[in-house]
């Protein structure tokens, strides 16, 4: 994922190509949100057995008439999002799901309102240094764990979700892949702790919120008799230098200039291979250090990944028209939307609204690329970027805070919250469906904190 990923290929037609397509075209990508909204609700087994199928299905809808209609053009474009954005996407999601899952906390572990908070509070802060999906891996089977013996589960893993799997991960470019891609865009490392501030407006309330909901549960509880308290303790902790590996290999390959060469003409950048390379090293060495034991304590299986990796696979090829358009800006099919994008709350709930849909990633871009264009049109993009952090940084904040915290508001808003929910719905936890979870919670719930963090920063 490189500062490739939102420019237009040069003399492929890629600026053209937005103009010219209709609104309609982004059908299949309607199509499959809705499948993955609807089947799971209806026909559940049917679905687990079958998404691969929904989603080649959706992916086919769309490429066969793009091939037809636009041939060299809709090949490069297709080849163009999948060598620079879905493959580093999940490979990077990958090596931090694979390495996680090598790190096992044991130990007597009781579910509380105090315990659960404070769980959530360091997930939420490991977030931003070991990625959402990181953090994610590494506490949602400890919290499962700790309370498995209650009967309430549902609104841990909502406020999870919310807290560790998308608004933790906006203090570094590790964290969430917005900001990942960001930082290959020029948006220096260490920038993105100025979101501290937002960070805090939202987390706060938002924690106090839990407190109070899983105190009221707590109390309706039948507590069962303490049996032993074994000491907390990490198993498998040589998986946390794999980590610092990734966090090493992510930082190498916005710093290490090494040229490009061209493959199926699409331009790859040397230092992101090297960077893939080494996140696929990490994981396969974290396979290879981990014992047996702790990856069936850890009740370790590949279908969560697997099932981001297909799902979002469907997802890429299918959001090509929508990105397009937007891409096209005041001369594509969205152009009442993009003109209507001019203040920094606009930024924040328009990137946020389309990022709960659309996948995070790819939308920060599309509009930290309208953002440069309305104030340093012609620049080159690095360059635009650091005009941006100087003269108009609170417009970059609205972007990355945005697209990173309403991550959070469906399922599919970033790729953690499905792994979360599947590894919830495994242990036996029944999971709300996809509108469920935004009508009970993410909604009433999260657009009051969303809306306090507008008019404290961007009105």
Do not use: C
Not at 64 to 76: D, Q
Not at 146 to 167: D, E, G, P, T, Y
Request: glycine share 8%; aromatic share 14%.
């Amino acid at each position: 994922m490189d500062e490739s990923a939102v420019a237009s290929p040069a003399g492929h037609g890629g600026e053209e190509l937005g103009t010219k397509l209709p609104l309609w075209s982004t059908i299949p990508f309607v199509g499959i949100l809705l499948s993955i909204a609807i089947f799971p609700l209806f026909a559940p087994r049917w679905w687990h057995k079958h998404f691969p199928q929904v989603s080649l299905f959706w992916a086919l809808v769309m490429v066969v008439p793009f091939l037809f209609a636009y041939r060299r053009v809709a090949l490069h474009e297709i080849l163009h999002i999948y060598m620079l954005d879905y493959l580093p996407f999940v490979i990077l999601l990958w090596s931090l799901y694979t390495v996680s899952a090598g790190i096992y906390i044991r130990g007597t572990l009781r579910g509380s309102p105090s315990l659960n908070t404070l769980l959530l509070v360091i997930g939420t802060i490991l977030a931003s240094w070991v990625g959402t999906t990181g953090a994610s891996m590494i506490l949602i089977r400890p919290l499962i764990r700790a309370n498995a013996w209650r009967r309430h589960k549902v609104h841990l893993i909502v406020f999870f979700i919310f807290l560790v799997s998308n608004i933790g991960g906006s203090l570094t470019p590790l964290g969430d892949p917005p900001l990942f891609l960001g930082f290959l865009r020029g948006v220096p490392f260490f920038w993105t702790l100025k979101l501290i501030g937002p960070l805090l407006v939202v987390a706060v309330p938002l924690l106090i919120t839990f407190f109070v909901i899983d105190l009221h549960y707590f109390r309706q509880e039948e507590r069962p008799e303490q049996t032993g308290n074994e000491p907390v303790r990490i198993e498998g902790a040589r998986n946390f230098i794999l980590l610092g590996g990734i966090v090493g290999a992510v930082l190498m390959s916005g710093m290490w200039k090494a040229g490009t060469f061209d493959l199926f003409g699409v331009p790859l950048k040397i230092e992101f291979v090297v960077r893939d390379f080494l996140l696929l090293l990490m994981g396969l060495l974290s396979l290879r250090v981990t014992s047996a034991k702790i990856h069936k304590a850890n009740e370790f299986s590949w279908f969560p990944i697997r099932e981001v990796a297909i799902l979002f696979a469907g997802i890429f090829m299918t959001i090509i028209p929508a990105l397009a358009i937007l891409k096209a800006g005041a001369d594509g099919a969205l152009a009442p939307l993009i003109a209507f994008t001019r203040e920094p709350s606009h930024f924040f709930w328009i990137t946020g609204g389309l990022s709960g849909f659309l996948d995070n990633a790819p939308t920060y871009l599309t509009f930290l690329n309208t953002a440069m264009g309305s104030f340093f049109e012609g620049v080159p993009v690095h360059e635009a970027v650091h005009h941006l952090i100087r003269e108009q940084s609170i417009y970059l904040e609205a972007i990355s805070s945005g697209a990173v915290y309403m991550g959070a508001l469906t399922y599919i808003g970033n790729a953690p919250n499905f792994m979360v929910k599947s590894i919830a719905e495994e242990a036996g936890i029944a999971m709300p469906s996809f509108f469920g979870y935004m009508v009970r919670w993410s909604l009433p719930i999260l657009i009051p904190a969303f809306i306090l963090l507008t008019v404290v920063f961007y009105m």
